[in-house]
T-cell receptor, first 114, second 117 residues
Framework: LAKTTQPISMDSYEGQEVNITCSHN???????ITWYQQFPSQGPRFIIQ???TKVTNEVASLFIPADRKSSTLSLPRVSLSDTAVYYC???????????????FGQGTTLQVKP | DAGVIQSPRHEVTEMGQEVTLRCKPI?????LFWYRQTMMRGLELLIY????????DSGMPEDRFSAKMPNASFSTLKIQPSEPRDSAVYFC???????????????FGEGSRLTVL
């Protein structure tokens, strides 16, 4: 089971780019890297997923180096509404039977200031 | 689709009372998951269903907890009798079968905040 390590908290200001790094040294061959976002009083929401290199969507980018032992979630030009907890999950997310092995952990609490 | 719908959003009850939480998954999703979130333990998977059948309930804390899924559009999580340590936010999530999703994305409801006095 791949253990992940990410910062407990981060502060940023509106308009800045935010990069949140997650370490997962013992990632397995079949594992994907998935990020979820959780706003207060809401359930987590899927942001992005990748296996290697770079993935970009309308919300964020995910950078994964060749050794896949870490990954970086990049949020361009954050706004106050991006204040949330961000979870890095590592595992075979496609297999439902593995869902229980996807550990949400404490996540990274991002505080965006005006 | 309206997304995963949970009720009630908030529940305050007294120790010993029965609590029933309800969930309506996204139509067409094959899997339903019940999670519990607390500050101390984070987000924990309690149980999940596939096509209305319970597959893994190893996360259910004890016999006071039970979950059912009588049909594809409805599930309940029941706590009887409730205790103060059950106070938490309970989330329901659903997802599609593997061949119908590229990511295995989980869709969460807004949660039911339970307070047991």
């Amino acid at each position: 089971l791949a253990k992940t390590t990410q910062p407990i908290s981060m502060d940023s200001y509106e308009g800045q780019e935010v990069n949140i790094t997650c370490s997962h040294n013992n990632i397995a061959t079949n594992d994907y890297i998935t990020w979820y976002q959780q706003f207060p009083s809401q359930g987590p929401r899927f942001i992005i997923q990748g296996y290697k290199t770079k993935v970009t969507n309308e919300v964020a980018s995910l950078f994964i180096p060749a050794d896949r032992k870490s990954s970086t979630l990049s949020l361009p030009r954050v706004s106050l509404s991006d204040t949330a907890v961000y979870y890095c999950l590592v595992g075979d997310a496609l297999a439902p039977s593995n869902t229980g092995k996807l550990i949400f952990g404490q996540g990274t609490t991002l505080q965006v200031k005006p | 689709d309206a997304g995963v719908i949970q009720s009630p959003r908030h529940e305050v009850t007294e120790m010993g009372q029965e609590v029933t939480l309800r969930c309506k998954p996204i139509s067409g999703h094959d899997y339903l998951f019940w999670y519990r979130q607390t500050m101390m333990r984070g987000l924990e998977l309690l149980i999940y269903f596939n096509n209305n059948v319970p597959i893994d309930d190893s996360g259910m804390p004890e016999d006071r907890f039970s979950a059912k899924m009588p049909n594809a559009s409805f599930s309940t999580l029941k706590i009887q009798p409730s205790e103060p340590r059950d106070s938490a936010v309970y989330f329901c999530a659903s997802r599609a079968e593997s061949y119908r999703t590229n990511t295995g994305e989980l869709f969460f409801g807004e949660g039911s905040r339970l307070t047991v006095l």
